[in-house]
């Protein structure tokens, strides 16, 4: 099972640039999807956006479609997600996550309500302030 490894976070100013980086370790990568949800304070968690392993395919939730990028680094086995314009509603607690492809595709097209993460990250904290 891969484990991963979340850093980045911290104080934002709001505009500023922000990137939050997921290091994979001790597993195969090939038929994984990783990618990030996030806890905003006082909400439910929250889909961000994915990335599949294999093919580099990029997906995001609507919130933040256009502001943020998700890549991957096949020589560190590490997953990047960027924003050159940090809102305040980008505060919370973000998490890593990897699931099988097929899983995390099912989801992300709306055919289960399942992400079918195998492994979480421990979390990385996000504020973004004026």
């Known amino acids: 099972q891969v484990q991963l490894a979340e850093s980045g976070g911290g104080w934002v100013q709001t505009g500023a640039s922000l990137t939050l980086s997921c290091a994979a370790s001790?597993?195969?990568?090939?038929?994984?999807?990783i990618g990030w949800f996030r806890h905003p304070p006082r909400k439910g968690r929250e889909f961000v956006s994915v990335?599949?392993?294999?093919?580099?395919?990029?997906y995001y939730a609507e919130s933040v479609k256009g502001r943020f990028t998700i890549s991957r680094d096949n020589a560190t086995n590490t997953v990047h997600l960027r924003t050159n314009s940090a809102k305040s509603e980008d505060t919370g607690l973000y998490y890593c996550?990897?699931?099988?492809?097929?899983?995390?595709?099912?989801?992300?097209?709306?055919?289960?309500?399942?992400?079918?993460?195998?492994?979480w990250g421990e979390g990385t904290l996000v504020t973004v302030f004026q």
């Open positions: 001790g597993g195969t990568l090939s038929n994984l999807a």
């Open positions: 990335i599949t392993w294999s093919d580099g395919g990029a």
């Open positions: 996550a990897a699931g099988a492809s097929s899983a995390v595709l099912d989801y992300v097209f709306g055919r289960s309500p399942y992400f079918g993460v195998e492994s």
